[in-house]
C-alpha cells in the first residue's frame, strides 16, 4: 500500500465520518485480517493482509498510542488494535 493510500484509509476512516462508524461496528465481526481486506476492498481500498499489520506496527508508537486513547476508538482505530492482536 503507498503511503497514499495509507493516509486515505486513515483519513477516511478516522473521527466522526460514516467510514469510520461502519468499520468501527465491523470490527467486532472479524475473525481474521482477512475480512479486514476484504471489507475495506468493497469500499474501494485495495490492501493487503500485510499492508496493515505494517501500518498497525507503525501505529503502535507511544505518542500515537495515547493520541488514539485521548480521541476515542473510532474506526481507524479498532482497525489497528484488531490487527495487532490478531
Not at 36 to 52: E, N, P, Q
Request: overall charge negative.
Amino acid at each position: 500500500m503507498t503511503n497514499a493510500d495509507m493516509d486515505r484509509l486513515k483519513s477516511d476512516a478516522s473521527g466522526n465520518t460514516g467510514l469510520s462508524a461502519v468499520l468501527a461496528e465491523a470490527v467486532e465481526g472479524f475473525s481474521s485480517t482477512d475480512d479486514a481486506v476484504r471489507f475495506l476492498a468493497s469500499r474501494g481500498f485495495d490492501v493487503t493482509a500485510s499492508d496493515l499489520a505494517a501500518a498497525a506496527s507503525d501505529a503502535e508508537t507511544p505518542a500515537e498510542a495515547e493520541e488514539f486513547e485521548d480521541a476515542g476508538e473510532d474506526g481507524y482505530v479498532a482497525l489497528m488494535r484488531f490487527v495487532r492482536q490478531s
